[in-house]
């Protein structure tokens, strides 16, 4: 008799999202195990160790409890954690590699054995909304369109990966080995053939806090002050949605709150020691779309608008690169038609050309003049394909500007982030009251 090869497991219910974030150890007084050994181990690569690793954190999976010589228990429990913000995964060739613990970041954590341990951060949640189907419409990216496209067919954690990476990416829609699909749109409707598809959601996007860095940043009003430590007012900050930024000054622990930039480069700290600057990043939507575009010069039939086009390919031959000749302090710009608090700027490089975009800087201005505008990132160094750069400000123009002489503009896409500056309605307008004393 024949054996029916066994049947594959079923997809998770949810996929986490996670980065390396540093090599720090984990909280001593402040951790939760939650499998260790070879015993234990869930798989042998480092990408499954660290996938399960986040999976089990995430959901708060049974905790494995130790005790030390005098019976005290080594880890904490989950009610003591409160909501674990990232994980730890020891990751090492020992015969206890792929242990796994969860942890809180704070200040004064007891970090330990910090060269053996390796902090990922849990960043998006994917949750599965159906299998067998894709969805029917807001298609942008996936089977053979580009580079990241074809690696990530490799496995599902991949696909999440990719999806993380673009601020666009609404679904996923994953064929084991064949192709990862995107979607932008909102809603996700269902097709019924495709039967070894699985289709997962990304989680919205939350407040959270850039920072410290060192130094003050910008002179805007403040809304309010308080005393605090950095976490007391980074949780102020967030629960507070007109608040964008902050800064301390260490000495009195004061904290002072702004809900605007000053200027567009206010994010900026300016190194002093004695203070501590901390930046909102919230949702954000694709401000660039649909705007116009323009650069200092153009060569080979590759105007601006060609970088704000929606296809993400970084091959010259998709015919949506844009071109300058050879010159001096080349500039792209973008016109966003009204006053944007942006978040960060993604920018596609041609494939083959990392050198065109070293030294790169993206800047930020209120008016259509590149003398006054202020840079939020950069210089930049070589890369191809997709990244994203951190780039806070209030600003009309975004610009790319590559300082030097024989230098070219030759960059394929162009994505800027954020939200629109609230106004404030009522100002200037008439009010009445019913009486007057």
């Known amino acids: 008799l024949g054996c029916w090869p066994p049947s594959p497991p079923p997809p998770p219910d949810v996929m986490v999202s996670y980065s390396e974030a540093s090599t720090q150890g984990y909280c001593r007084d402040l951790h939760v195990r939650m499998f260790d050994g070879d015993s234990d181990n869930p798989g042998n690569s480092k990408a499954t160790r660290a996938q399960a690793c986040a999976q089990a954190c995430y959901n708060k999976a049974p905790i494995k409890g130790a005790n030390d010589a005098t019976g005290q228990p080594l880890t904490a429990t989950w009610e003591e954690m ?14 206890n590699a792929g242990r796994c613990y969860c942890t809180r970041e704070y200040d004064g954590c007891d970090r330990t054995a910090p060269n053996q341990y390796v902090r990922y951060e849990i960043s998006r949640i994917y949750e599965l909304q159906f299998t067998g189907g894709y969805c029917a419409s807001g298609y942008y990216a996936g089977n053979n369109d580009d580079a990241a496209s074809i690696a990530a067919k490799v496995s599902l954690q991949a696909c999440v990966d990719l999806c993380n990476s673009e601020a666009q990416c609404k679904f996923i829609s994953y064929q084991p080995q064949y192709t990862c699909s995107r979607y932008s749109d909102a809603a996700c409707t269902k097709t019924d053939s495709a039967a070894d598809f699985v289709t997962y959601k990304k989680s919205a996007e939350e407040r959270s806090i850039v920072g410290p860095a060192v130094g003050g940043c910008g002179n805007a009003p403040y809304m309010h002050q308080m005393v605090g430590t950095f976490e007391e007012c ?6 507070n949605t007109g608040c964008v930024k902050f800064q301390r000054r260490i000495a009195t622990t004061t ?17 002093n020691t004695d203070w501590q600057c901390a930046v909102i990043e919230g949702p954000s939507s694709l401000l660039s779309e649909g705007k116009t575009a323009t650069q200092s010069a153009t060569s080979h039939s590759a105007p601006a608008p060609l970088a704000l086009d929606g296809n993400p390919s970084a091959d010259w031959g998709s015919g949506s690169c844009v071109h300058s000749p050879s010159s001096t302090d080349p500039w792209w710009k973008v016109d966003l038609e009204t006053t944007s608090r942006i978040q960060r700027v993604a920018i596609t490089q041609r494939l083959g050309y990392s050198n065109r975009i070293e030294g790169a800087l993206i ?23 997709r990244k994203e750069f951190a780039c806070m400000g209030d600003a009309r123009y975004v610009w790319i ?13 162009v994505e800027v982030y954020g939200d629109l500056v609230p106004v404030r309605l009522s100002e200037g307008k008439t009010a009445t009251q019913s009486a007057t004393s």
């Not at 201005?365 to 394909?385: H, K, R």
């Not at 500007?401 to 896409?413: A, Q």
């Open 255 to 271: 904290c002072y709150f702004s809900d605007a930039f000053s200027t567009n480069n206010d994010a900026q700290p300016n190194g």
């Open 363 to 385: 800047m930020l201005s209120d008016t259509d003049d590149l003398q006054s505008a202020n840079t939020c990132s950069g210089p930049l160094e070589g890369f191809v394909g």
């Open 82 to 95: 409160g909501d674990t913000i990232s994980f730890i995964s020891y990751d090492s060739e020992a015969s």
């Open 401 to 413: 500007k590559i300082p030097g002489s024989g230098k070219y503009l030759n960059f394929c896409e």
């Open 234 to 239: 980074s949780d102020w900050c967030i629960q």
